[in-house]
């Protein structure tokens, strides 16, 4: 059974900086692309970044430069560094993972999530 526990997050001011970890688990083959994505009130949930199975990152554009997606394939883990973090950046953050080599950041790719997390920043 695939599991996906989250932990990190909070809240912090705008300029602050916040890790985000998500441990995978259930997974068989040794693929695995992992995504990080967030949702605000009353918004839809976005993807904000990605690090496909060959270890090849992307981000979305409001984040680059200040986030930084890691996986630790040995632990099936990963990580989303947030720097510079601005009050947009406020919402829940969700995990997701797929067992493929590549997968796009948009949410309807992904069957696995995390339990979710509130990352706040106040301005």
């Known amino acids: 059974q695939v599991e996906l526990v989250q932990s990190g997050g909070g809240s912090v001011q705008a300029g602050g900086s916040l890790r985000l970890s998500c441990s995978a688990s259930?997974?068989?083959?040794?693929?695995?692309?992992m995504g990080w994505f967030r949702q605000a009130p009353g918004k839809e949930r976005e993807g904000v970044a990605l690090?496909?199975?060959?270890?090849?990152?992307t981000y979305v554009d409001s984040v680059k430069g200040r986030f930084t997606i890691s996986k630790d394939n040995a632990e099936s883990t990963s990580y989303l560094q947030m720097d510079s973090l601005k009050p947009e950046d406020t919402g829940m953050y969700f995990c997701?993972?797929?067992?493929?080599?590549?997968?796009?950041?948009?949410?309807?790719?992904?069957?696995?999530w995390g339990q979710g997390t509130q990352v706040t920043v106040s301005s």
């Open positions: 997701a993972a797929q067992g493929t080599l590549y997968c796009p950041l948009h949410p309807v790719a992904y069957n696995n």
């Open positions: 690090i496909h199975s060959t270890g090849e990152t």
């Open positions: 259930g997974f068989t083959g040794r693929k695995l692309s």
